[in-house]
């Protein structure tokens, strides 16, 4: 079906309506008499799920958090990232309210890594490492783990956690199991309907003389989003220097946005044997984001205080693109036993890409007034100059065409050897082995300008603009205005461009021994990384290539203690180092020399580093329930920060010189609590009772520094890590029967340093301000198999927030308004 069919919302709810039409009569056919009666199985299989995901979490040598595919689905959470934002020490950050990138125990996205099925998922988009895991429909998970603690045999490259993806498995269930479900949302603020399809399937076929030893499981999911934002802000765009803020500029935004997902599993097991196992596991999945964004941009001549007029240019902007972010993994492996040894092996191959076809990066209708303001507060509101709804008086300034496309792939062969034995009357284990990784990026942008001449009058559109007036928006008509090739901007297509690869090999020793109701498990893993980096830099006009190598290597000692305490209590202990690459904007080899003003990425810098210690007590509290604590110090080395050099030594012919350099040392502590419980012992009706919540407090200390010409030398000035959020906390309370299921969700995340504007200078950092937000889900058994869900997302319609500096100056504040679905679910066990 084609993009504008599924635009309308008539089709929309014609689309949703056939299939929980289907659904219900296929239901109905495969009912008996007898099954209105709901088995108590399908609710002991919901608490059965969470008791094996804690199961898992209490058997593990490291630190880690576990939920299952049951758990993810009773709450109203659209991907990957908005289920994670639920566990202890995990937290979201949010692009136009749907979470995207997923930080642990306060440490920025890019610091920690993403696995599916045991391999590293690489980044769709340009600058970072982080995956934007609103790319993964949650539909297609068996579970998602968090690891806080790495063992030798890990991957050593996150700081805060790594999350391990698990996508489905035929030998997770019992035979054949299938689900369909069908679903539709509507938003509040941009008043659409929106539709969702998923389905999945798992069975096991006999194969030679084994029985049931064959597994294929699929998983299906498809949803396309309308909604949008209304949003004003001012970019950090003030001046603190005369003592009184002052603002330069600031904008009106109205967005309207189309986002579609799809995702796809196929996963095969085989298990000839006992003692051997083979799999394969592909996933893939395809984000689709249109935007459309309408803009005036107030850029007034001096500075200004709330309330006065002046000079102003006022420009009305469009920008109109498509964007597509694709990832696939594709990944073999098997396992061998024989006597007390035993040998694992896989092999994977994953891709990420973001591609923008050519759009209008910026069609600008410009024109100058004398008497402009605003008024203050979270929401700055425009003092309408004279004449600025006069469509005429607009002039088109000119229309920036651009198109990029980024590549990111990695392969990875791993190869593991265990062997159990006997150590001085106690069970213990020894495994070793290594890994080879390749990975390479690629990013290529292109950017025109073109100066067609036209008038806003011939262009203009209504804007539906929620935070008050803002007259005409650019219609995007004015695409027909664009003849010829325009004029390539050779600086802009040019500096965006690099190639980087890095090839890493590890290796590894380890063991584990355990000593009454003591395991220990030490051991030490080898990392090397040959890093290369392709780009060009702009001097003055003139493109210049541009070349860096460079090797690391680290040896990485671990060492985890697990005391029981008694059948239910156990304290836990670690110690543990990680590494961590800067981000691929902070390595890019482009630069820019124009005069005395440059910028430059900075491909010299070293990897990022932690000491890490943790202490902790777990108690499980029977039947789907457990109580925790957790202490955790890390001493960071080589924290990345942007910084200005101009005047320095080496950089004396330059007034301002931005580039990024490794930091001394920074510090980050805090403390973990996590509380949930069913409480099924409790007298009718309140043994339907859960409440879950936990708690992460954090605090953070980094030393940054600049050049001050004034002084004539380098300052240094104290920051909290950016990202981190002093406090995340999450609050559920559910009820559940046979038949009726319900979850009142609030994710709380306290106040955190977004971005450093000035190193010198505090006043201009931009900070995020605290965010609550409440979500409701409800599921109903209509019948044994088919399953009533309602969900509310953002009930309260919680703002974004940003500030620059202090609470009162706007960076920026944006609305999405609650969103609702009602959908049906039919399964089959």
């Known amino acids: 079906m084609t993009r504008y069919q599924l635009n309308t919302p008539v089709l929309k709810r014609t689309l949703l309506a056939s299939v929980i039409g289907a659904l219900a009569q296929g239901a109905g056919a495969e009912e008996s008499a007898e099954s209105h009666r709901l088995r108590a199985v399908e609710v002991v299989g919901q608490s059965a799920s969470v008791e094996e995901a804690l199961a ?42 749907e979470g995207r990138f997923v930080r642990v125990r306060g440490l920025a996205p890019d610091y920690n890594a993403v696995a599916v099925d045991g391999i590293q998922i690489p980044a769709p988009e340009a600058g970072r490492r982080a995956v934007a895991l609103d790319v993964v429909p ?8 968090v690891v806080k603690t790495l063992t030798p045999d890990m991957d050593a490259n996150s700081l805060g956690g790594t999350v391990q993806v698990r996508s489905l498995s035929a030998f997770d269930r019992p035979g054949l199991y299938y689900s369909v479900t069908g679903k539709g949302s509507y938003n509040e603020l941009m008043d659409e309907t929106s539709p969702e399809l998923s389905a999945a399937f798992s069975n096991r076929f006999s194969i030679g003389s084994g029985e049931d030893n064959f597994g294929v499981a699929a998983a299906f999911s498809w949803s396309e989003r309308d909604f949008g ?12 220097d005369d003592g009184d803020a002052r603002l330069e500029e600031f904008e009106q935004r109205d967005y309207t946005i189309t986002r579609e ?12 044997n006992d003692n051997s196992r083979y799999y394969l596991r592909t996933l893939h999945s395809r984000f689709r984001d249109e935007e459309i964004r309408q803009a005036n941009v107030f850029g007034f001549e001096e500075a200004m205080a709330p309330n006065e007029t002046g000079a102003v240019e006022v420009q009305k902007e469009l920008k109109n693109r498509e964007e597509t972010q694709k990832i696939t993994s594709v990944v073999f492996g098997g396992e061998q036993r024989w006597n007390d040894w035993a040998m694992e092996y896989r092999i994977g191959h994953s891709r990420a890409s973001e591609d923008e076809p050519r759009h209008t990066g910026g069609a600008v209708f410009a024109a100058e007034f004398d008497d402009g303001g605003y008024y203050g507060g979270h929401k700055p509101r425009p003092v309408f100059p004279s004449g600025f709804f006069d469509d005429a008086l607009y002039e088109l300034d000119e229309v920036e ?60 559109k209504d804007v539906d603009y929620g935070l008050g007036e803002m007259g005409s928006g650019v219609d995007t008509g004015v695409d027909g205005l664009l003849s010829g090739l325009g004029e390539r901007d050779d600086e802009e297509s040019t500096i965006e461009d690099y190639d980087i690869s890095e090839d890493s090999r590890a290796a590894y020793v380890m063991g584990t021994v355990d000593v009454g109701d003591l395991r220990v498990l030490g051991g030490v893993r080898y990392q090397s990384t040959d890093f290369s980096a392709r780009g060009y830099g702009v001097e003055d006009g003139d493109i210049v290539a541009n070349r860096f190598d460079e090797d690391e290597q680290h040896w990485l000692p671990a060492l985890h203690l697990r005391y029981r305490l008694g059948a239910d209590t156990q304290l836990r202990a670690a110690f543990t180092q990680s590494v961590v690459r800067p981000t691929f904007e902070q390595l890019s080899p482009g630069y820019e020399i124009d005069g005395d003003e440059a910028s430059f990425g900075n491909p010299a810098l070293k990897s990022l580093q932690a000491d890490n210690y943790d202490l902790g007590i777990e108690h499980y509290l029977g039947r789907a329930g457990v109580v925790s604590a957790f202490l955790f110090y890390k001493d960071l080395k080589n924290f990345v920060y942007r910084t200005d050099v101009g005047g320095a030594a080496g950089y004396e012919m330059y007034d301002e010189a931005e580039t990024f350099e490794n930091g001394d040392s920074a510090s980050l502590y805090g403390l973990e609590l996590a509380y949930s419980k069913t409480f099924s012992g409790l007298p009718a009706p309140f043994n339907g009772l859960l409440i879950g919540a936990n708690a992460t407090l954090v605090d953070s200390e980094a030393r940054i520094r600049a050049y001050d010409e004034d002084a ?77 869900t309602f969900e509310a997302i953002n009930l309260t319609d919680e703002p974004f927030y940003a500030y620059t500096g202090r609470e009162r100056y706007n960076a920026q504040y944006e609305e999405y308004g609650a969103t609702y679905k009602l959908g049906l679910s039919l399964k089959h066990y």
């Open 56 to 97: 898992s979490q209490r058997a593990a040598d490291n630190i880690q958090t576990t939920v299952s595919a049951d758990a993810i689905g009773q709450l109203p959470d659209t991907n990957v990232s908005e289920s994670l934002q639920r566990l202890p020490g995990v937290s979201i950050e949010r692009d136009q309210g």
């Open 138 to 145: 949650a539909d297609l998970l068996e579970s998602l783990t």
């Open 229 to 240: 934002s209304d949003n004003v802000e001012t970019g950090g765009g003030w001046d603190f």
């Open 261 to 272: 997902r799809l995702g796809l599993a196929l996963n095969f097991d085989y298990l000839p």
């Open 401 to 460: 065409v651009a198109q990029s496309n980024t590549k990111d792939r990695q392969t990875d062969l791993k190869l593991d050897f265990t062997r159990d034995l006997m150590w001085n009357q106690h069970f213990a284990t020894l495994k070793f082995g290594g890994k080879v990784a390749r990975r390479d990026k690629e990013s290529d942008a292109e950017t025109w300008i073109y100066e067609p001449e036209g008038n806003l009058s011939d262009f203009a």
């Open 712 to 788: 004539g030398g380098y300052r240094d000035r104290t920051i909290a890590l950016p990202s981190q959020s002093d406090l995340t906390a999450n609050l559920m309370v559910g009820y559940e029967t046979r038949k009726l299921s319900l979850r009142l969700a609030a994710n709380y995340t306290g106040n955190y340093l977004q971005e450093v504007q000035d190193p010198l200078d505090k006043r201009y950092d931009i900070h995020v301000d605290d965010h609550v937000q409440l979500d409701f889900t409800g599921h109903y058994f209509l019948t044994e198999r088919l399953q009533l």
